[in-house]
């Protein structure tokens, strides 16, 4: 089983910065994949950023050059941190973490934390 815990999030002035971490406990040597999605009231659920493998890294356009994700790890746990600047209120949203595991080619089971708000205001 993996267990996800994140941390961060709050309120915070446009053109600020916030710092999201993730850890990913459990059986975490076999997830492949951590990132990051957001969902804004009334929207759906999409991508922020994800790191596959521990090199290959995707953005969303809409936050390429403003927000860093990476990874660390230690012998408990592995930590997904998101690091978001020059936030825009429309960046105003629930962060969910991601992890999953890569199953005969299929991203597989997967798990999501329970989510983190972060509010822009203008």
């Known amino acids: 089983q993996v267990q996800l815990m994140e941390s961060g999030g709050g309120l915070v002035q446009a053109g600020g910065s916030l710092r999201l971490s993730c850890a990913v406990s459990?059986?975490?040597?076999?997830?492949?994949?951590m990132g990051w999605f957001r969902q804004a009231p009334g929207k759906q659920r999409e991508l922020v950023g994800m790191i596959t493998d521990g090199v290959a890294i995707e953005y969303a356009d809409s936050v390429k050059g403003r927000f860093t994700i990476s990874i660390s790890r230690d012998n408990a746990k592995n930590t997904v941190t998101l690091q978001m600047s020059s936030l825009k209120p429309e960046d105003t949203a629930v962060y969910y973490c991601?992890?999953?595991?890569?199953?005969?080619?299929?991203?597989?089971?997967?798990?999501w934390g329970q989510g983190t708000q972060v509010t822009v205001s203008a």
């Open positions: 991601y992890a999953a595991q890569q199953t005969s080619g299929t991203w597989r089971p997967d798990y």
């Open positions: 459990g059986s975490f040597f076999s997830i492949s994949r």
